[in-house]
Every structure is written in C-alpha cells, then in structure tokens.
C-alpha cells in the first residue's frame, strides 16, 4: 500500500467512525451538525478542492465536481429543511471515497502484478576478474566481454556461450514452463534464468540492444498508444458530464415550474434532491478506470505468454485480424537450411561452397548463414571486397579479386548468365565467378515443429483468409504450401512485390476485418509496416523486424499467433462487457433517480458496486494461460 494510500484508509477509519458516533450520541443539534461538518471535510476536503481547481480552470465537469455539488447541494437541502440529518451528504462522499480508494489499490496491485510478471531486468552482470567474480552494472559490459552467469541469476546480456552447459528457464520472455537445454556455442538470450550449470558468455550486444532491454522498452511504451475504445471513452467523458450537469440543472428547475403554472405546490426540494441524486448516480468512474485497466492486463498476460503487444490499439485490430499472410522462410520454415546437393560445378564441391560462403559473409539473411555454417571454417574477411546484396536475389562482390555472385536465377538474369536449372525440390543458389556460371547449390529448409498446428489453430480461430509469400522457387513454395495446408501462395516475389500483394489483400478486405502479416524481418520489414497487424519473429529476427512490427512473437513459435488472437478477443470482449454493464446500470439508475424511486444512498452504492465489479472484470483480461 502507497502512503498516499494510506493516508486515505486513515481518513476513512476516521470518517465512519465519527458518522457511528454523531449517530449513537444524542447531540445538541448545533453540536451534531458542527460534528457532520467536520466529518464532512475530513473525507472529503480534497474532492472539494479539485472541484474547485476545475471551475477556476474552466474545466469543471468532471467526478469532482459532481461529487461537491451532490454533497453540498445535500447538506443545503438538509439546512434549509431543518432535519438535522446530514447522514446523507457525508455518507455518499465516505463511500465515493471508499470506492476510490479501492479502485486505486486494486488498480496499483495489478499493475505491480504484471510489471511483476514481466520481472526480467538484470541489476548486474558477472565479470571474472584475477580469479574472483565482480558485479558490475550490466549497461558498462561491453561487447565481447566474458560474463559468468550462476545457477539461479538472469542471463543479462545477450551472446555466446563459450563455456558450460546448463538449463535455462526462459518462461518470463516466452511463458513456456519447460526448460531449455544450452551448451557450448549456443546462442543465449537476455532475460533467461540459468537453472542448474555455471555458464560462461561472450556477449555479441550492448545491454541497451540485449533482449531484456528491448522488451523492457517495448511494454513500458505500450500503454501511451490508445486503443478506439480507449479514445471513446474520453470523447464519451467529455460529452457526456456537461450533459449530466445541464439535465440535472433542468431536472431541478423545470418540474417545478411547471407545477406552478399548472396551479400545484412546486416542492422545490423534492426536484432539487433528484436532480443532486441523478449527479451521484452519474459518475463515470467505472468506465473511465476499468477500460484501460483491461487493456493494460491483457498486454501484461500476454507478454507472460511471450507475445508482446505493443499498444492497445494493436491489441483491438488483432482481436478483428481475418486474413493471415505469411513470410515463409524464417517465420514458416526454421530459415536453418542444409546443403542437399551440389551440381553441375567445374569446381571441387568444397571449393565452390568456399567461394559462396565468402561472397556471402556479410549477409543476415538465414540462407548466407546456413552457408556459413556448411563451410564450417573460420572466413577471412580480408579475401572479399566490393559486396553488394540484392535484396530478394543474392550477393555478389569480389572473392580474391575475382567477381563472384550467388543468388537464384533472378540474379543470374540481371547479371545475363546462362544458368542450369535444377531438378530436385530446394532452394537453389547459383554460383557464378568471373561472369560464367560455377554451378549451383541446393540447399533445404526445415518446417518449424508445429506450423501445422499453428494453422490449423488459426483456421479455428475464425482465421478465413491464410496466405504464403515467399521470394523462393515455385517449387519449393508449393511444396511448402501442400504440406502445411496453406491453399494460397505466391512465389518468387521480390521484396517491394510482397508489399504491392499486402495491399492488394488490404484492398480485398471488407469492412472491419484486419489483415496481419508475419514475418521475420528479413527483406520483409516495409510489408510489417504496412499490414494492419505486423507481427515479427523476435527471437531470429533482426531489430528491424522488433521495430517495424506492432508484435514481436518472442520465441518465434507460430502457434503464439493464434494465442494472441484469443488472448485479445477475450480482453476487447471485457472491455465491451463493462462499457455496456456500466452504461446500462448508469442509465437504468438516473431514470429511476429521475422518478424519484432510487434516493443517494442507492445511488452511491449503484456506482461503487459497478466500479467494483468493472474492475474486477478487467483484472480478468490478465488470465491468459489456458486460452
Ligand atoms: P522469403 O520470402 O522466403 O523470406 P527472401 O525474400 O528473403 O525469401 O529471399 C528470396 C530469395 O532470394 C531466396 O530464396 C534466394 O533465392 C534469394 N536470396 C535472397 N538473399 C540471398 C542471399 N543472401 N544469398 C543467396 N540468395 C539470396
Ligand atoms: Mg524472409
């Protein structure tokens, strides 16, 4: 509890234990009345002096002010009737505050809770130093130092591991509970928690580009992009006060009048204590909190589940997206590929896969580092000179001064090269040196584990539209596309072509439905930022990608995309839920205050009780796990 909050449970104490005494005590009544009085400022003092801070700025319709002129308008009434019953006017702002003060710590405990959840930000990283180990401050680790990660610490940065093998538990970036094995020359993110072996790591980023730090930022933004619903509400707040304020000004004045024309007695207090109840009653509070509370807990639950929103107006389109359209290597396919062939080469095989993977020692794109990796030696860089990737073709440059370029037959188009064309099913990289052509290499490419049910979630889901682009072969992309149950593909597609495909797509959609593009960020950053929804694979994929997308899938598992898309559906739908619950028992309570037929005290239990539940019921948007 904050010490404001506390402060505010004091006064509270305090108020209903003065209300319990002015009650049992027989008072004089001059005694009794000074008694509410006090009472009166002790709760609600500060309720006062907002209101008036309002009128002074000229911006006086808000719950505050409703709040004083109820009240106060209450203790008026009772002055001018002689009751002496001040119960009433203190009452309703003992238990307005009452609810605020709940709504405040409810609201502070969730927000703790996720941001809790989301606990993943190292406070230091383990240098080792003459033997002994020293804490330093992880945001001074430069880049290819060596930190020592213990069982039972944060990984801090992102890298290498050189040395020891451990389990991680990676379920606060990715909300899988399984550990993961890690040994040496594994890659290792930030923000893991190192279970059981002590674990060396050559660090390959800065902490302020370590994972930790990007998601960090990511949430931390989240909430200063409003959703449509969100904006509606204050567009709704800001109408919809005045109008209370003038119907209830009328609601004081015009019944009367027209009692007295028609020749009847006007009962000025009895409209006027209408018209203050129809003020209580018309507190938007619940609204106001409730709907970004939801929001915020439906971004924290799913960040747990390792899908990072970032902002709830990403969260609404998501819960409308009805087409899909996928990149394919990298997001469908592991973008892991391994050499299947080498052909129709004057050159030795190993000569041939050296000079590729020279040429293409620059490049991110998975398939140079799949060539890398098939070389299996250490590349001098001093060897290659002039590169130059084209985007959705290949490279070329200069290998020991001779030009050398790898790609598809695009490429070889451009460079007007006679290429061979390939039987067997894979992607092809011809390779061609001194202007004529070398040869070729097939290489293949692993399916990820569970596309298949990742699609088939997403058909489930409501999903109608699913399609695959890819700048690879026909042959490899329909392939592909039958095995994992796409029906629509596109092949051979450069990266601008995928975009014209986005919009053309966009262009087919009717209405309100969304289209959301996954992709890894790899020549494909222009098409996630020009879908309805881009969603970027974050473990593989590049900054680009985290930066251009409006979700990052955290350990790049496809089914996270269907998940996603229940856990915003049921978030919008409890935002739906408590705008339509609020405004009906708001509305069902000043017509009945209106008539006459709920006084204040229903009233002000009326909105406490709704702000109670609305608030509960966004804290529900949290639960995300089992969706
Ligand atoms: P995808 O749409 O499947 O993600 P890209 O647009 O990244 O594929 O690449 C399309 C094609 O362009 C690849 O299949 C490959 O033939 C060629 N290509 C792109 N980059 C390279 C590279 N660095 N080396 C060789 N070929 C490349
Ligand atoms: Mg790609």
Redesign the pocket.
Known sequence: MSKKQKKMLIRIIIASLLMILLNVLKLPKAVSAAGYLVTYLVIGWDILRKAWKGVLNRRPFDECFLMAVATLGAIGLAVYERSGDYNEAVAVMLFYQIGEFFQSYAVGRSRRNITELMDIRPDYANIERDGALEQVDPDEVEIGTVIVVQPGEKVPIDGTVIEGSSTLNTSALTGESVPRECRAGDEIISGCINLTGVLKIRTTKEFGESTVSKILELVENASSRKSRSEEFISRFARVYTPAVVYSALALAILPPLVRLVAGMPADWNIWIYRALTFLVISCPCALVISIPLSFFAGIGGASHEGVLIKGSNYLETLSQVKTVVF?????LTKGVFEVSGVHHSPLEDAELLELAALV?CA?S?P??RSLQRAHGKEIDRGRVADIE?I?????VGRVDGRPVA???D??MKRLGIAWQDCRSVG???HIAVDGAYAGHIVISDLEKPNVKEAIRALRDAGIRRIIM?????EKVASHVAADLGIDEYHAQ???GD?VDLVERFLAEQSGREKLAFV??G???APVLSRADIGIAMGALGSDAAIEAADIVLMDDDPMKIAKGIRISRKCIRIVYENIVFALAVKFGCLILGALGIANMWAAIFADVGVMVIAVLNAIRALRVKNL
């Open positions: 990149d394919k290597t990298g997001t293409e490049s794109h398939i140079s990737e985007s959705g073709e290949g490279v790898a790609g598809n695009k490429l992607t092809v990289i682009l890819t700048g690879d072969a597609l450069l990266p995928k992709g890894d790899i020549n494909d």
